[in-house]
Nanobody
Framework: QVQLVESGGGLVQAGGSLRLSCAASGRTSSVYTMGWFRQAPGKEREFVAAVRWRGGTTYYANSVKGRFTISRDNLQMNSLKPEDTAVYYC??????????????????WGQGTQVYVSS
């Protein structure tokens, strides 16, 4: 009912910037929260950032706070580090959850976009 497509990934040197986009279609009026997660090879999927669709409250993982900025449609990533290398996923939550940092709170996911930060 909600379709998400990420774009904007690629290769960038440490210290550089990328902007990831999340194009949403379908029953977007039901979305309460948009979130971004990332997963590196051999590691579990981890929370990056989230924004409440109404009200605009934002949440950030400590590892990206001050470097990344989330909006309803984009994730702006600045001062990138090699440890930011991962596949990044956009996600949508059609119902309210207090625990926005938990992947299980989201029902809809994009296909992912690869981000590689070189040293």
């Amino acid at each position: 009912q909600v379709q998400l497509v990420e774009s904007g990934g690629g290769l960038v040197q440490a210290g550089g910037s990328l902007r990831l986009s999340c194009a949403a279609s379908g029953r977007t009026s039901s979305v309460y929260t948009m979130g971004w997660f990332r997963q590196a090879p051999g590691k579990e999927r981890e929370f990056v950032a989230a924004v409440r669709w109404r009200g605009g409250t934002t949440y950030y993982a400590n590892s990206v706070k001050g470097r990344f900025t989330i909006s309803r449609d984009n994730l702006q990533m600045n001062s990138l580090k090699p440890e930011d290398t991962a596949v990044y996923y956009c996600a949508a939550d059609p119902s309210f959850h207090m625990t926005v940092m938990v992947a299980g709170a989201y029902d809809y996911w994009g296909q992912g976009t690869q981000v590689y930060v070189s040293s």
